[in-house]
């Protein structure tokens, strides 16, 4: 008897030592590349900005914090970062759901054409799939000549400052990453059930409320955590086609370090963004669960 | 005191709830369903049985309005209903998977239907938990289908399917995800739920018994026609080809020959006579005979009478508790024969001597030559 628990105490260790040794590699990656630059930025943060070399032995301040949320300034600057995230998570769900919908009902050409229409634009540059946009927005553009010629409006119209066109750009980037997230929640759903709901009497828009959205919620709040930190984090499509005068965090942070060398205040601005992003991210995750009360259920 | 107008309805046929005329369907040129018609009257239950990939849930989901057809005519209740989307056609279906809605209560689920159709909430509640209580889930109301068992979940897939009132209702292989103790139980407690409820119903299965115990007719399919329909007796007693035959039901299969002999015709299996009751061809010719293995007695040898006797040497036994399937080796023939376990006496073995005897009554004669 004891010796059969001895056994089985070494046995688990054994198996626990294997564990260590699988996961060991991605701990220790996390370590080194996440946990310890975000304790650094966060330690950075906490000190007074100084010129010249980093002090190692600096007070601990919250005084960056306090002058950025005193500031309403940068109160608006999160607002507007924060609506910018939200505006393109709506957009890409709007758009990415229904193409998402018909990519995994659809076969052939038609599934092969959504699929590489997908992924090309994830593999194109980013920069040039911007510089992309900026011709066709500039004015006197693609699309002003178009609009030109059917004689839909006349003399030249202010897109490429606007920021319209920045959620435009922002989703247009985003929507490959979201569509292939949908795709394989929507792709999960059995067709049967969607088929019983229709013999019972449900029509499409009731069956895509009450069936597949609470259904598919996973893969919702999936892709729009995704879509939504990739777009409040994001630098270059603002700075390139809202231009560098737009009121977002990432540029605001990008100025503080790099131009105006001002480290701790750039480290205060990205913790904020920080948990900003993971504040969102907790409360999509807990309001979608509630409204589709999941943790009660499986899926069967 | 008699009435002088007479009931119009008496005279007529009672007019079907489903009728199918000569509806084809193809997918990428391949043709699944070939003129095929079926018809389903008030109350009726029906089965479609067949192999995998014989049509008949093609049919199933043409009736339920998932598929369209490609030629023919789809009438429910009398009305051409080829376009009817199916949120229209009022019926009752039961998949295979049950397609419960995970994220609903059993309640929910059941009341799904009736909320679809404007039901005032009023009298949602009560149809719900009367039909609850009819498949014996009173209980469960309050749980989620993954809290369930598996013949609960089915119970409640009936249930949603029944609580509409449909006229029709649709089970597709409904009893396939249970075991085999449970679908004996399932199979009796459908047939008693649609018999209270009179309502048609469409049964499709690949299993024959679930088919000879529940249906009122049944409809063999083969390659997108109906090769056999009729009621379970008559379509197992008089099965008219070899494929119904070794379908519904296990069977021998011979091959034989019509012959003269003193003036009328007899029929040959290899050198033996085999004496049948019949009309048998007047052209000398082949055909297929079946001879059902619950048909055919077993003794020691020498000691089996009838119309045709044969005897040989037990190759196989099968034991299957409350009867024996024997393979008996004749000439170079292998036979089946199914055997009672009798008080006392042990079961042939193999090797035995034995004779087997048929009567002629038992000899089912088959259209064409036997394809065995």
Redesign the interface.
Known sequence: MAEGTATRVTRAGESMRGWVLFIAPIVLLLIVFFVVPLVDLLSLSLTEHKPGPRDPNAALTLVNFVKILGDPFYLAMAGNSLLLGLLTVIATLLIGYPVAFYLTRSSGWERTLISVACLLPIFTNLIVGILGWYILLLPFGVFQQLLSALGLVDGPIQWIRSSSALVAVLTYEHLPFAILILASTIQNV?Q??I?????????MP?IVW??ML??TAPGLIASAILVFSLSVSSYLIPILIAGPRTQVLPISIFSYSSELLNRPMASTLAFILLVMVAACTYSAVLVANRL???G????? | MSSPTVNASELDPPRPILKLQRVRKTFQGQVVLDDLDLEIGAGEFLSLLGPSGCGKTTTLNLVAGFLKADAGYISLRGALSNELPPQKRKLGMVFQSYALFPHMTVFDNVAYGLHRRGVPSGQVSDRVAAMLDLVRLGQAQGKYPSQLSGGMQQRVALARALVTEPDLLLLDEPLSNLDAALRKDMQVEIKHIQERLKVATLLVTHSQEEALVMSDRMAVMRGGRIERIGPPHTVYSDPRTAFVCTFVGDANLFEARVAAHEGTPRLMVGDWAVLADGPLPEQAGTLGIAVRPEHIAIAPAGMASGDNVLSGSVSDTIFKGSNILYEVRVGDRDILVLGLPKIGEAPFARGDAVSIAFSRKAVILLAGAGHG
């Open positions: 059995p049967d059930k088929n019983a709901a229709r013999i019972l009497g449900a029509s009731r009450s069936l609470p259904l589709t009360r999941r009660s259920w499986e899926m069967v």
